[in-house]
């Protein structure tokens, strides 16, 4: 399997990820031979110092959603371009890695020739998640489909990216908020680079809260469906300068 090197933001203000960094900290440093943690300045000082241990490159950010593909950049940047990266926001990946680790080896090395190989859930994988997921991020994937011809999970934010895609997204990302979940595959795209697709089941989400439950409870919280609502426009803006490309039809 390739070397593939590991970027991450990393924003715990209540202490959560602090275990399952210990219980995960082998898999991780036997998984990634070199890791970037951009971890925002809310995260518990508990949680910092469990990820120390680990070897990895760290830098803190400021917290806040507005600036949140800028951050994931910003780890890109730290993690640097000597080797492909696998992007996650770690909350994903320490998911990942536990309940599915043989699936995420799987994902590190398929297709090594790719540029840029967005990660997603399987269908199955989404229709067991939150609903306001659901019914929120079906309106993305389904423009960055008429876009450009890729019916594709966009917004789980995993990407394995090459060398020379890092590089692209460093000079050219410009989107600061989320909405890089489709600015970096258009920008490859453009670009003239290589893009591809890999499907998990083993991905799920939980909020940060609810990081380690068993369940996700913010269906019933108007502010969660009101933050998910957000980011669709969000997303939107960011497709707007790509509107003029023609679609690349597989």
């Known amino acids: 399997m390739m070397a593939v090197s590991l970027a991450t933001t990393v924003h715990d203000p209540i202490g959560r990820f602090t275990e399952a960094i210990q219980r995960m900290a082998e898999g991780l440093r036997t998984t990634f031979p070199a890791m970037a943690f951009n971890v925002s300045d809310a995260t518990r000082p508990e949680v910092l110092e469990a990820l120390q241990p680990l070897g990895g490159r760290i830098m803190v950010h400021a917290a806040g959603e507005s600036i949140i593909g800028k951050a994931r950049r910003d780890s890109l940047a730290l993690v640097g371009s000597e080797l492909p990266a696998l992007y996650s926001d770690f909350d994903h990946l320490l998911r990942w890695l536990e309940f599915g680790a043989d699936d995420l080896e799987r994902v590190l090395a398929a297709a090594p020739e790719i540029d840029c190989l967005v990660v997603g859930r399987t269908a199955d994988a989404m229709a067991i998640g939150p609903r306001r997921l659901q019914e929120t991020e079906v309106i993305v994937n389904h423009t960055f489909a008429l876009l450009t011809g890729d019916c594709w999970d966009l917004m789980f934010a995993i990407r394995r990216l090459s060398p020379e895609a890092i590089k ?56 969660q469906w009101v933050r998910r609502i957000e980011f669709a426009p969000a997303h939107a803006t960011a497709m707007r300068p790509f509107l003029s490309e023609p679609a690349r039809r597989n």
């Open 168 to 223: 692209l997204i460093l000079k050219e990302g410009q989107v600061d908020t989320l909405a890089n979940d489709v600015e970096w595959p258009l920008l490859i795209r453009r670009a003239g680079l290589t893009l591809g697709y890999a499907e998990s089941d083993a991905l799920f989400y939980r909020t940060v809260e609810e990081f380690g439950d068993n369940e996700d409870t913010g269906d019933g919280d108007p502010l």
